[in-house]
């Protein structure tokens, strides 16, 4: 029996919805629609003189190959931190769920890191792998491998996915952790007592059951790789070496806030806003389906 709440005013829903709408309204769609509308224009340094141009920025955006690049540049990335990301929250959240002694400590040191800034996390691994500073990057140096993120495009490209991964676990593995606690005991027993393996009990009963959790989850992580991790690459490698670092959130700023060409920037957002709604709809279309609820 499904219980409804009935207002006794008609406008009372509207009013106590107004905030919200509000609040959506000012920070997402009027910042979207002046990006849609700047899109169409030329405009000087200084924002004295401005044309309109159509669709030019957008011909000048696709014939340009480093915009090409950086196109590549971001789907590998996206893809590389949202599968580390969440395959090592997974592992830790089926390891956190065991009946250990102080499993309540582990889970919350795993949570801690969520709690760190992106610019922050960058740091730290900036401390870690820095050639001349970094603990690991001193020692690799040492052991004769020559190590400098900031020279070598695999080793930038290697720094800023490890730092991105890393920063995204914690909040995978508190969404894995919960839906593999909210799994019944009886249904892991029941395969238990037919002769199910840990290895083939997780895979044919446990990730079935969590897959709603994973769908969410990658659709997170895609849209994490896409725009948050803005602040670990300006801090760490700023695009570079030669660009391979420069994603495309990244080269909207470059051109934006460092080139001041406010039209190209527009652009790429209204492309990067595109390509991110664009796969969120193939991921409900067709990924969904193999989603068990």
């Known amino acids: 029996m499904q219980r409804k709440t009935i207002f006794p005013q008609k406008g009372l829903p509207y009013l106590l919805l107004a905030p919200q709408l509000a609040i959506t309204a000012v920070f997402f769609f009027w910042p979207a629609g002046q990006a849609v509308w700047y899109a169409f224009l030329r405009q000087d340094a200084f924002g004295i003189r401005t044309q309109f141009v159509g669709f030019e920025n957008f011909a000048d955006l696709f014939a340009d ?4 690049q950086a196109i590549w540049t971001t789907v590998f990335f996206s893809v590389s931190v949202t599968v580390l990301s969440m395959s090592v929250a997974l ?17 919350t040191l795993l949570i801690w890191p969520y709690a760190i800034a992106p610019a922050i996390a960058a740091v730290l691994w900036l401390f870690l792998f820095h050639p001349s500073i970094g603990l690991l990057g001193r020692g690799l140096n040492a052991m004769g491998v020559a190590w400098d993120y900031r020279l070598n495009d695999g080793q930038a490209m290697l720094v800023v996915i490890l730092a991105s991964a890393w920063k995204q676990v914690s909040y995978n593995f508190i969404f894995f952790l919960a839906g593999l606690q909210a799994i019944p005991r009886a249904v892991l027993e029941a395969a238990a007592i037919d002769g199910a393996r840990p290895i083939r009990r ?4 446990v990730f079935p059951l969590l897959s709603p959790t994973a769908f969410f989850l990658l659709v997170v992580n895609i849209v994490y790789a896409f725009f948050d991790t803005f602040g670990i690459i300006d801090a760490l490698t700023k695009g570079g070496p030669g660009k391979a670092t420069e994603t495309l959130i990244y080269r909207a700023y470059l051109d934006g806030r460092v080139n001041l060409d406010l039209g190209m920037s527009a652009a790429q957002s209204v492309v990067l806003m595109i390509m991110v709604i664009g796969l969120t709809i193939v991921q409900f279309r067709f990924i969904e389906r193999r989603v068990h609820y």
């Open 202 to 205: 997780f895979w044919t009963v």
């Open 91 to 107: 592992l830790l959240a089926a390891l956190a769920d065991r009946e250990i002694r102080a499993a309540g400590l582990y889970r």
């Open 65 to 68: 190959p480093y915009y090409l």
